[in-house]
């Protein structure tokens, strides 16, 4: 289910992404902003999970809650949780499945199943195919080193949501122009580009400031010289053999008609990361001066061209030769679906990355908790002690992922979650929740797969969570940060006995898809 946050100043965001949430949100108990800063960090590393993890440190605090209420010592939760986390990390090690990165098209199809997975529980979870291919192809694009920043995302409202399309290049919005513009061509082969960070327009006077001349030759050799100074750097540019110039400050109207004179496109005011981009992307360096145009300092791409994309023209750069670059351009409707939209494709974009860097995929849709809560839960009846007790509520606590998945989609939990337990204790390894005929199935061969770091991530972020707030058992507050509070006496402390009431209350609203 998706969630409307409204801030103080009336923007309206709609979003199920967990991470997004939960950093829009005002949280100010100390224990919550744990669970805030672990769904950052699973953001971060990995890209998706981010309200799986939220959900499970929530879970196993609620797990533990009897346990902390009947005296049990915080420190023997810790152990016995310590060593849960680890039993799992190791199964899913274990039971994961190796990709082929020999044969390229077999791993082309699995990375496209992993994106469609991430992309599932997402607003456009019904354009999934299409956007899927998108991702993996703009992955694919890529160099070795896979670099998020080198994938562009550009917003064009209007059109449908199959209108969006790929750039194998740099793209940006067409900036602000003057006068001249028009004339300018609008496609070369092969151009050499110029990057600068120069103002090429007549200066305006500064305020209060005062020139004083006794006649006008005096007058008019102060104004020849400015024209002088702008025209010499023009002409360097020109002679440069550069056909593009960009620049991050304004390039005014003069500039621009001498541009258009002499068969050369320019843009002004270019914002500094599509600049750094192109940059990266074409190669060269952004200069301070023309004093220096050569040849290694001018980027370089097979094709340039401004392009009509909906109400608004962009400018393309494909061919880049320095670096492996490309450019998503989203189209739809409202802005906040379009931002949505966005969010979507990011988590599908890291989701590939790992899947590239860690060849291991397990099956979504609560397949792989109910397995490792299974095994825990056997693992549990073969040692004495409390942490039998322990270990099987962590292993309760894996289940709130396949429950909250039915929840979402409005079967009855309960049901789903006895078949499940059977299911797997008779081996059906990869068996999850069916969303789509309220039932369950094998979801390795439904193709629902996700990468295994993400769930090694999840368990280990929200375990060490649980483990850091029980770890808690007073806190001492600082009077002089409270208005009007009452001076507290020397030596006292707060007691959290509500401790994990507060942090299960913070997180009672918030929904896995």
Same mark, same amino acid.
């Given at each position: 289910m998706d969630k409307?946050?409204?801030?103080?100043?009336?923007?309206?965001?709609?979003?199920? /992404?967990?991470?997004?949430?939960?950093? %829009? +949100?005002?949280?100010?108990?100390?224990? =919550?902003?744990?669970?805030?800063? $672990? @769904?950052?960090?699973?953001?971060?590393?990995?890209?998706?999970?981010?309200?799986?993890?939220?959900?499970?440190?929530?879970?196993?605090?609620?797990?533990?809650?009897?346990?902390?209420?009947?005296g049990l010592h915080p420190q023997t939760i810790i152990r016995a949780f310590r060593i849960a986390t680890q039993l799992a990390v190791k199964k899913i090690k274990e039971i994961a499945v190796?990709?082929?990165?020999? /044969?390229?098209?077999?791993?082309?199809? %699995? +990375?496209?199943?992993?994106?469609?997975? =991430?992309?599932?529980?997402?607003? $456009? @979870?019904?354009?999934?195919?299409?956007?899927?291919?998108?991702?993996?192809?703009?992955?694919?694009?890529?160099?070795?080193?896979?670099?998020?920043?080198?994938?562009?995302?550009?917003?064009?409202?209007?059109?449908?949501?199959?209108?969006?399309?790929?750039?194998?290049?740099?793209?940006?919005?067409?900036t602000f122009s003057y006068a001249g513009f028009e004339m300018q061509p609008k496609r070369y082969e092969n151009p050499k580009i110029a990057l600068l960070n120069i103002e090429l327009e007549l200066k305006a006077e500064k305020d209060n400031a005062e020139v004083r001349v006794n006649n006008v030759e005096d007058y008019q050799a102060i104004v020849d010289a400015e024209w002088n100074i702008l025209y010499d750097k023009l002409e360097k540019i020109y002679k440069s053999g550069a056909k593009v110039v960009l620049s991050k400050l304004p390039i005014g109207d003069v500039a621009t008609q001498y541009f258009a004179d002499r068969d050369l496109f320019c843009a002004g005011r270019v914002q500094e990361e599509d600049l750094k981009r192109t940059m990266m992307a074409c190669g060269g360096s952004i200069q301070t001066s023309v004093g220096s145009l050569t040849d290694d300092v001018l980027g370089q791409c097979e094709l340039f061209e401004e392009v009509q994309v909906g109400g608004e023209r962009y400018n393309f750069f494909k061919g880049c030769p320095k670096a492996k670059t490309c450019t998503i351009i989203l189209r739809g409707g409202a802005e906040q679906f379009m931002e949505e939209t966005e969010r979507s494709l990011h988590d599908a974009i890291m989701i590939v990355r790992r899947a590239i860097k860690n060849d291991s995929i397990v099956a979504g849709g609560g397949a792989i908790e109910m397995e490792l809560s299974k095994y825990l839960r056997d693992y549990s009846r073969t040692i004495p002690g409390k942490q039998q007790l322990l270990i099987g509520a962590y292993a309760k606590a894996l289940e709130v992922i396949p429950r909250q998945l039915c929840d979402n989609a409005g079967f009855d939990a309960t049901n789903i979650l006895n078949k499940l337990r059977a299911k797997h204790a008779q081996g059906g390894m990869w068996y999850g929740v069916d969303v789509n005929n309220e039932d369950i199935a094998d979801n390795f061969q439904a193709c629902v797969w996700e990468p295994a770091i993400v769930r090694i991530n999840a368990l280990t972020a929200a375990s060490e969570a649980a483990c850091l707030i029980l770890s808690v058992d007073e806190t001492i507050k600082n009077p002089r940060s409270s208005v009007d509070a009452p001076p507290v006496p020397a030596g006292r402390a707060l007691s959290l006995l509500p401790f994990y009431n507060i942090v299960i209350m913070k997180v009672q609203h918030f929904r896995t898809s």
């Amino acid at each position: 289910m998706d969630k409307l946050i409204v801030d103080n100043r009336g923007k309206a965001t709609i979003s199920n /992404d967990g991470a997004t949430i939960l950093k %829009l +949100l005002d949280v100010v108990h100390p224990a =919550a902003k744990t669970l805030v800063d $672990i @769904a950052r960090s699973q953001d971060a590393e990995v890209g998706d999970g981010t309200t799986s993890v939220t959900l499970l440190a929530a879970e196993f605090l609620k797990q533990l809650k009897p346990y902390v209420e009947e005296g049990l010592h915080p420190q023997t939760i810790i152990r016995a949780f310590r060593i849960a986390t680890q039993l799992a990390v190791k199964k899913i090690k274990e039971i994961a499945v190796t990709i082929k990165k020999d /044969d390229k098209q077999e791993q082309r199809q %699995l +990375l496209e199943k992993c994106a469609a997975t =991430a992309l599932n529980s997402k607003l $456009i @979870a019904g354009q999934k195919d299409f956007f899927s291919k998108m991702v993996v192809d703009a992955v694919m694009m890529l160099d070795d080193l896979l670099q998020l920043k080198m994938i562009g995302m550009k917003k064009v409202q209007g059109g449908a949501l199959e209108d969006s399309q790929l750039v194998a290049g740099v793209a940006f919005k067409k900036t602000f122009s003057y006068a001249g513009f028009e004339m300018q061509p609008k496609r070369y082969e092969n151009p050499k580009i110029a990057l600068l960070n120069i103002e090429l327009e007549l200066k305006a006077e500064k305020d209060n400031a005062e020139v004083r001349v006794n006649n006008v030759e005096d007058y008019q050799a102060i104004v020849d010289a400015e024209w002088n100074i702008l025209y010499d750097k023009l002409e360097k540019i020109y002679k440069s053999g550069a056909k593009v110039v960009l620049s991050k400050l304004p390039i005014g109207d003069v500039a621009t008609q001498y541009f258009a004179d002499r068969d050369l496109f320019c843009a002004g005011r270019v914002q500094e990361e599509d600049l750094k981009r192109t940059m990266m992307a074409c190669g060269g360096s952004i200069q301070t001066s023309v004093g220096s145009l050569t040849d290694d300092v001018l980027g370089q791409c097979e094709l340039f061209e401004e392009v009509q994309v909906g109400g608004e023209r962009y400018n393309f750069f494909k061919g880049c030769p320095k670096a492996k670059t490309c450019t998503i351009i989203l189209r739809g409707g409202a802005e906040q679906f379009m931002e949505e939209t966005e969010r979507s494709l990011h988590d599908a974009i890291m989701i590939v990355r790992r899947a590239i860097k860690n060849d291991s995929i397990v099956a979504g849709g609560g397949a792989i908790e109910m397995e490792l809560s299974k095994y825990l839960r056997d693992y549990s009846r073969t040692i004495p002690g409390k942490q039998q007790l322990l270990i099987g509520a962590y292993a309760k606590a894996l289940e709130v992922i396949p429950r909250q998945l039915c929840d979402n989609a409005g079967f009855d939990a309960t049901n789903i979650l006895n078949k499940l337990r059977a299911k797997h204790a008779q081996g059906g390894m990869w068996y999850g929740v069916d969303v789509n005929n309220e039932d369950i199935a094998d979801n390795f061969q439904a193709c629902v797969w996700e990468p295994a770091i993400v769930r090694i991530n999840a368990l280990t972020a929200a375990s060490e969570a649980a483990c850091l707030i029980l770890s808690v058992d007073e806190t001492i507050k600082n009077p002089r940060s409270s208005v009007d509070a009452p001076p507290v006496p020397a030596g006292r402390a707060l007691s959290l006995l509500p401790f994990y009431n507060i942090v299960i209350m913070k997180v009672q609203h918030f929904r896995t898809s």
